[in-house]
């Protein structure tokens, strides 16, 4: 056929948009959608015409399935589902913590109506958003007030802008911090209008190296942990009680950013190490950050407790209203804290700390239990095995923690292993997997048991249909 017979064999948009395969679409996509598609398509085929071989054809059936195709590719929303069978229980790209049941209900809840956010029901006035979870944070963390922004990093910019905006702040250079995604303490600083006064070495910081960067500019001293990286060896790092005793002789306030900042110390071989924000606040440091979203496993979210004084001046700093928080993340977090009233139901009922503190020998039995199932519907296809590894904590926190596991290793016979797993990806919900040496593995202390008919389902086709998309 010639270039000019195969353009007169296209049909017309109308005549697309009729095929009850595209009609049907009408229901559930809008027809502006629909029709954007239709013509993407056809245009696709006219250039291929255009420009490919004499001898081309294309089938009426082959078009519709590519218009259906991409009426769903551009319907479906951006924002899914993925199981995360890593392992990497606070994985950034996949959204940090997972909320507990209760968090979830409240979301819906504070959703779906009106609600007290700014109003004090008791007395009819003007109510604050912070004092739903101003109370919990004090009791949970000792301290004497709290605040809530966005993330952490708000959380460190606001504290800064609010109480060392043109003075100087002196960190130990062991802990100039870069977390992932542009979030460094000497940008942070810049930003708030601190001047960052460095001292000491990458390894080694003594207290007396921090008195003597103190002048009449000095503003604050400030400890960062460093979540994400560990200075091992010849070390030295000053400890919050020198550097609050340091403070309290020169009248300047001690912050300490903990990251992540557990609530509890986590009953899990490996995982004890992480300081507690009590034992922070304990010692006296007058403003302490960390994120809702790390090792907590509520919302995204930035929390400062602290002295009175100083959580009264961020509240009132105009920065505060730009970065403040939302009735969604907060019903989550107010939830979310409530679980730490009862420590031992929040290692149950907080996901984070419930996948944290899986016994190895929980993630071996439902492995193997996985393993038996997959073995028929993969036969052929892949060679199974359950093998020992590690999980990780992720969200930059605890670089170093090895939690024991173990681990299904699929190892495809036909295809590669990253065909395989970008055909995970394709699946709906998303599979997410490590790939190591030529295989795939799934480490089920990240995957809940409601999920694993889906993961079964998705390997499945994966290994079964070439790794196309059935
Ligand atoms: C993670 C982290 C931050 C940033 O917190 P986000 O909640 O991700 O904004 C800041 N400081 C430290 C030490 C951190 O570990």
């Not at 028929?376 to 670089?399: D, F």
């Amino acid at each position: 056929m010639t270039k000019e017979q195969l353009l007169r064999q296209l049909p017309a948009v109308d005549a697309v948009l009729k095929h009850r395969l595209v009609e049907d679409r009408l229901q559930q996509y809008p027809r502006s959608l629909v029709l954007e598609a239709i013509r993407e398509v056809l245009g696709n085929y006219r250039q291929s015409i255009l420009t490919g071989a004499a001898n081309l054809s294309f089938s009426n059936e082959q078009l519709i399935s590519d218009v259906v195709q991409t009426i769903e590719q551009k319907g479906h929303s951006s924002l899914c589902r993925v199981i995360n069978a890593t392992g990497v229980v606070l994985h950034t790209n996949l959204g940090r913590a997972v909320l507990s049941k209760r968090a979830q209900l409240a979301i819906v809840q504070a959703a779906s109506g009106y609600c007290n956010l700014e109003l004090n029901l008791t007395s009819g006035e003007r109510g604050s958003r912070y004092s739903h979870v101003e109370g919990l944070l004090t009791r949970l963390t000792g301290a004497e007030a709290a605040l809530v922004v966005n993330n952490n990093a708000a959380a460190v910019l606001l504290a800064l802008s609010a109480v060392a905006k043109d003075r100087e702040v002196i960190v130990s250079r062991g802990q100039l911090v870069e977390i992932g995604g542009s979030f460094r303490i000497p940008e942070v600083m810049a930003q708030s209008g601190a001047k960052l006064v460095e001292v000491g070495t990458t390894n080694k910081t003594y207290l007396a190296d921090y008195e003597r960067a103190i002048t009449d500019q000095t503003g604050l001293l400030l400890k960062v942990h460093p979540s994400n990286y560990r200075v091992v060896g010849f070390t030295h790092e000053t400890s919050l009680e020198e550097l609050v005793k340091l403070g309290r002789a020169y009248n300047l306030p001690v912050m300490d950013d903990l990251g992540s900042g557990a609530l509890l110390r986590l009953n899990a071989p490996g995982l004890s190490s992480e300081p507690t924000v009590s034992a922070s606040v304990a010692s006296g440091a007058d403003i302490v950050t960390f994120s809702g979203d790390k090792l907590l496993g509520g919302p995204q979210s930035g929390l400062i407790v602290g002295k009175r004084c100083w959580i009264d001046r961020m509240k009132k700093h105009p920065l505060n209203r730009a970065l403040r928080i939302d009735k969604l993340t907060l019903a989550a977090l107010e939830a979310t804290l409530r679980e730490y009233l009862d420590p031992e139901g929040a290692q149950q009922n907080i996901p984070t700390l419930a996948m944290l503190t899986m016994p190895a020998m929980v993630i071996k039995e439902r492995a193997e239990e996985l393993a038996e199932q997959l073995k028929e519907r993969l036969a052929g296809q892949a060679e199974l095995k359950i093998i020992t590894g590690n999980s990780q904590v992720g969200g930059g926190a605890m670089p170093l923690a090895e939690l024991p596991t173990w681990l299904v290793r699929v190892k495809p016979i036909h295809l590669t292993s990253q065909a395989v797993a970008a055909a995970l990806r394709g699946k709906k919900p998303a599979v997410l997997v490590r790939i190591q040496d030529d295989a795939l593995l799934i480490d089920l202390r990240t995957v809940s048991d409601q999920e694993i008919p889906a993961l079964i389902m998705a390997l499945e086709t994966s290994l079964n249909w070439g790794g196309r998309s059935e």
